[in-house]
């Protein structure tokens, strides 16, 4: 089993539709999870970043997190061409320092 | 504020060689993370640097070190390149302040071993 694990896509959404993007861990003792947007060769960029179970909004992005069932989702509201990209979802690793664990990322697509 | 600064932006070794890839993280952040991400994989954990020290490494071989200098600068050095070191090596900065698990990436280097 991966410890993060996403589909890999493409995800293909119409302009102006809900993208929702998915992820699950396998570790029970992460606390801190984050949302990256990877345009194609460029570096990752951080778009958020969540910690308690429920909801966390900023903008067009919404973050869920939902530790019993050990899964966090990212939803972009009214979805822009511009949002196309690879979007990596990352773990804190539980054990003292600062590693991300990554999922290999799922491809979105936003077509006009 | 400068965000992470990285050099060189690309490189192109032959196979046993040897690489120095450099880091400036963002002001007043002490911590530089180092990570490997090979095409249509996410960033692999190579190390991290606090306060000049070693806090934790992934799974590289030992042809893989690094250091932090007290500027908060660090370097990534690579021996005996191998094909399978090409990839973009990505360092990432943080603060221990209360946001400091965020970690923010330097634009890569993306290095090519023939």
């Known amino acids: 089993q991966k410890e993060v694990e996403q589909n890999s896509g493409p995800l293909s959404v119409p302009e102006g539709a809900i993208a929702s993007l998915n992820c699950t861990y396998s570790?029970?003792?992460?606390?801190?999870f984050f949302w990256y947007r990877q345009y194609s060769g460029k570096s990752p960029e951080l778009i958020m970043s969540i910690y308690s179970n429920g909801d966390k909004e900023d903008g067009r992005f919404t973050a869920q997190l939902n530790k019993a069932s050990q899964y966090v989702s990212l939803l972009i509201r009214d979805s822009q061409p511009s949002d196309s990209a690879t979007y990596l979802c990352a773990v804190l690793f539980s054990g003292g320092y600062n590693k991300l664990i990554f999922g290999a990322g799922t491809r979105l697509a936003v077509h006009p | 504020d400068a965000g992470v600064t990285q050099s060189p932006t690309h490189l192109i070794k032959t196979r046993g060689q040897h690489v120095t890839l450099r880091c400036s993280p963002i002001?007043?952040?002490?911590?530089v993370s180092w990570y490997q991400q090979v095409l249509g994989q996410g960033p692999q954990f190579i190390f991290q640097?606090?306060?000049?020290?070693?806090?934790g490494r992934g799974n590289f071989p030992d042809r893989f070190s690094a250091r932090q200098f007290p500027n908060y600068s660090s370097e990534l050095n690579v021996n005996a390149l191998l094909l399978g070191d090409s990839a973009l090596y990505l360092c990432?900065?943080?603060?221990?302040?209360?946001?400091?698990?965020?970690?923010?990436f330097g634009p890569g280097t993306r290095l090519t071993v023939t």
């Open positions: 570790d029970r003792g992460s606390q801190s």
């Open positions: 002001s007043g952040h002490k911590s």
């Open positions: 990432a900065s943080s603060s221990p302040e209360p946001r400091g698990y965020e970690q923010y």
């Open positions: 640097y606090y306060e000049k020290e070693e806090r």
